[in-house]
């Protein structure tokens, strides 16, 4: 029998969950051109607005002159230049690990150390809403491998009572499609009392959290004996590309040794690198980037509150509107981008069903007239919207 790609299709179209990529013909930021169009963005990573900032921009251009443009080998080859290994030394500084691995991307660094560490005989326990490449990761390790209720150390405690072997327990730091923060202290002391160490995806925490911008580690005072695996990546709040693992020095080894993502990959552009050298001096000591985007948090969610539209419930930058079915989300997806205004539904399989969203996120670039205009857009969106059978929001 062969593949019916085109049923598969349809069946994709018929659920409203078929995707399609906008294309960008500008650099990335605040003001966007998609398709053509001009508009005003509020969907992108980019927490502080550094992905196009004409410093880190111009590490990057030096970079490529000095170490040239490709990795050209793999780190234990001969891929590990002199850039990727002081960035290493700078992560290291700023989380206050002993030590960091750089990796190609937060899927890779995910894949890679869940792997590393954990395999047959052992328990993998994930938060329920836990990043795509966790869930992966935590399947391809081999091991035991659970999910527990969002953010309920009850549901973690009798899935931790039931673990075999070595026991892992990961969660994201930010969940990405909800923007809460994971309940760390409580997952830690859970996981401490009965020896599983705890591994944490800060990827949308770096940059946003904690005063000098160290994450949810930071935001709570986590040591790396509570955190003995924290995971951050650079494409987001950092605004380059790649990722990292920080803990002991044990912990580096072992992923240099038995981290296949890592091991059998060329290394990231040296230059790279460099950029993001640039952009962790200008995350840490740039803290208007952090009260600014409190400000513009505070601000989006009064007026959203006043429209009187479903917010999560969300401290960070990432500021999702709860809308229920598929349909309508793309409805108002559609009725903002009329209006010059980019926000991208979410849908299932990525968030569960019956909860797809509007994923709102905001920037140190936006200002407060920006918001304004998004929130003058929103109140015309949903006064266009046809009324709803209640039964339909929760279809798909
Ligand atoms: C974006 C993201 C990743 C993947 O990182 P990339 O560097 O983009 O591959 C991993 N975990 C979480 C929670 C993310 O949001």
Not at 322 to 332: K, N, P, T, W, Y
């Amino acid at each position: 029998m062969s593949f019916n790609l085109s049923s598969r299709l349809a069946e994709r179209r018929a659920a409203h969950l078929y995707r399609q990529r906008p294309l960008l013909e500008s650099p990335q930021g605040v003001r966007v051109v998609v398709d053509g169009q001009p508009l005003l963005a509020f969907c992108n990573n980019d927490y502080l607005g550094l992905a196009s900032h004409p410093a880190v921009i111009e590490a990057f251009a030096e970079g490529a002159r000095r170490w040239g443009v490709g990795g050209g080998a793999s780190h234990l080859v001969v891929g590990h230049s002199q850039p990727h290994h002081e960035l290493e030394e700078a992560l290291a500084e700023f989380t206050g690990r002993p030590r960091a691995l750089l990796m190609s991307s937060g899927y890779m660094a995910n894949l890679g150390a869940v792997t590393a560490l954990a395999g047959q005989g052992d328990t993998v326990l994930e938060d329920r809403l836990n990043h795509a490449s966790l869930l992966d990761a935590g399947l391809l390790s081999g091991a035991r491998f659970s999910r527990y209720l969002h953010n309920d150390m009850n549901s973690l405690a009798s899935r931790l009572d039931k673990s075999q072997g070595n026991t892992l327990v990961i969660t994201d730091g930010v969940f990405s499609m909800d923007g809460d923060l994971a309940e760390l202290p409580g997952v830690c002391a859970t996981a401490a009392e009965r020896g599983a160490w705890v591994m944490v995806d800060d990827a949308h925490g770096f940059g946003c959290l904690g005063n000098n911008g160290g994450g949810i580690v930071e935001h709570f005072g986590l040591s790396v004996e509570q955190v003995p695996v924290l995971i951050g990546t650079l494409g987001k709040a950092f605004g380059t590309a790649g990722a990292f693992v920080a803990g002991s020095e044990e912990l580096i080894e072992t992923l240099i040794q038995f981290a296949r993502p890592y091991i059998y990959t060329t290394s990231q552009p040296p230059a790279v690198a460099c950029a993001t050298l640039r952009s962790l001096q200008l995350l840490q000591g740039e803290h208007w980037r952090r009260e600014r985007l409190a400000q513009l948090i505070a601000q989006f969610r009064i007026g959203v509150a006043d429209i009187g539209l479903e917010l999560m419930n969300s401290p960070t930058p990432i500021q999702p509107i709860l809308v229920g079915s598929s349909e309508r989300a793309m409805a108002l997806s559609a009725a903002l981008r009329e209006q010059g205004i980019l926000v991208t539904a979410i849908r299932p399989p990525t968030v569960p069903r019956g909860t797809a969203r509007l994923r709102v996120t905001l920037s140190a670039a936006h200002t407060e007239n920006d918001v304004n205009q998004l929130l003058d857009a929103l109140k015309r969106a949903v006064a266009q919207l046809p009324v709803t059978q209640s039964s339909e929001a929760h279809d798909a």
